[in-house]
């Protein structure tokens, strides 16, 4: 069997640890892109061995990067990776019976996180679909730094497949992880001139807390679930916190 005539466009920065499993499990592509944040790791060199097209660019605002991204791509069908996912078999095989149905603009792909080696299947955290297939024209982001939202312009639909999501290897990236989202997060917040206090943001800390642990159950993923909830509670006050350093610093 040939290989699908599909463009897969990868973002990474320092990724070498796990960027050759990513290529690995999207090697039936006909084109590969990675779009390299100015890396000063392997992540590059890898990519090319691998067969990837590389192309360096620093990010600066997350939408426009990954606009940007999908317009090198070669295909008019584009699968959406990050350099710590990986595609399931499954989802390979369902995305070779889709991309001639002239259906849908996108599809919606199921994320199974993992931390460790432990899936957190409840939480809110599976099957937590996004739209990462998508015909090139017809699909765009918002183009602003932090959680940007994706416009998709014709009917979506929902695959069964998994993407692998192994980017937090132990709770220490997934600190890192959070204490540099929060940092966006507050940038956001700052920018758009948002009214922000403590009393609003320990309310919606511990709104997410409760609606993560009990009313999504994560509680049945046991201490990793309880971890996960209070990190939902800490992105909040973290946010917060540093927005409030923002307020103050530019007061001065």
């Known amino acids: 069997m040939g290989k699908i005539p599909l463009s897969v466009v990868i973002l990474a920065k320092n990724e070498e640890r796990g960027i050759a499993d990513a290529l690995q499990s999207v090697a039936w592509a006909e084109d590969v892109v990675v779009i390299d944040d100015m890396s000063n790791d392997r992540t590059p060199e890898i990519a090319k061995r691998h067969g990837a097209r590389v192309i360096q660019k620093r990010m600066e605002l997350e939408g426009k990067h990954r606009n940007d991204a999908y317009a090198l791509a070669k295909h008019e069908w584009v699968l959406s990776l990050d350099a710590d996912e990986e595609v399931s078999p499954a989802l390979k095989a369902e995305i070779a019976t889709v991309l001639s149905d002239d259906t849908y603009a996108g599809y919606s792909i199921p994320l199974r996180n993992y931390i460790g080696d432990q899936w957190v299947r409840h939480g809110g955290w ?18 602003v730094g932090v959680h940007p939202r994706a416009f ?31 940092t966006l997060e507050a940038e956001k917040w700052f920018q758009d001139k948002r009214k922000m206090n403590f009393f609003l943001s320990f309310y919606r800390a511990l709104d997410r807390f409760i609606r993560t642990y009990f009313l999504k159950r994560g509680f049945l993923d046991g201490f990793i679930g309880f971890m996960v909830a209070l990190f939902a509670f800490l992105y909040q006050m973290m946010s917060y916190a540093k927005y409030r350093d923002l307020k103050r610093r530019d007061k001065r």
């Open 152 to 182: 998709c312009d014709g009917k979506v639909g929902t695959l069964k497949g998994d993407i692998l999501h192994k980017g937090y290897p132990d709770f220490g990236h997934f600190l890192e992880s959070l204490n540099r989202q929060t």
């Open 126 to 143: 599976y099957p937590a679909g996004k739209l990462r297939l998508f015909r090139k024209e017809k699909f765009r982001y918002e183009e």
